[in-house]
């Protein structure tokens, strides 16, 4: 990834990352905002859709296609550090309306 691409998906992390920052555990999201710290963006955004899942957190169907499309971005339809049924999952979440 190169350093434009690194904070153009940045960016848009940021901006669902502050449509949810307040249902979100706190340890979940301090993991989170580390991981961006230290521009390990894909981790970051994988424990931001796991906890989305997990919590089940509300978005528009418009702004869970956005995640889908992230995630797919940053290659997480391929590979996964946290879960190795990640794709699938989001995928379920993004299809629940």
């Known amino acids: 990834m190169t350093k434009e691409e690194f904070f153009f998906y940045k960016k848009k992390f940021e901006g ?3 449509l949810v ?3 979100m555990t706190s340890d979940v999201l301090k993991e989170v905002e580390h991981y961006l710290d230290v521009t390990e963006i894909e981790m970051a955004f994988e424990l931001f859709c796991l906890e989305l899942i997990g919590e089940n957190i ?3 169907q418009d702004r869970k296609n ?3 499309a992230l995630a797919e971005n940053l290659g997480l339809h391929q590979h996964s550090v946290y879960e190795p049924m990640f794709w699938e999952k989001l995928t379920e979440y ?3 309306e």
């Open 16 to 18: 669902l990352l502050q």
């Open 21 to 23: 920052r307040a249902s």
């Open 58 to 60: 509300s978005l528009s």
């Open 66 to 68: 956005e995640v889908k």
């Open 94 to 96: 993004v299809s629940v």
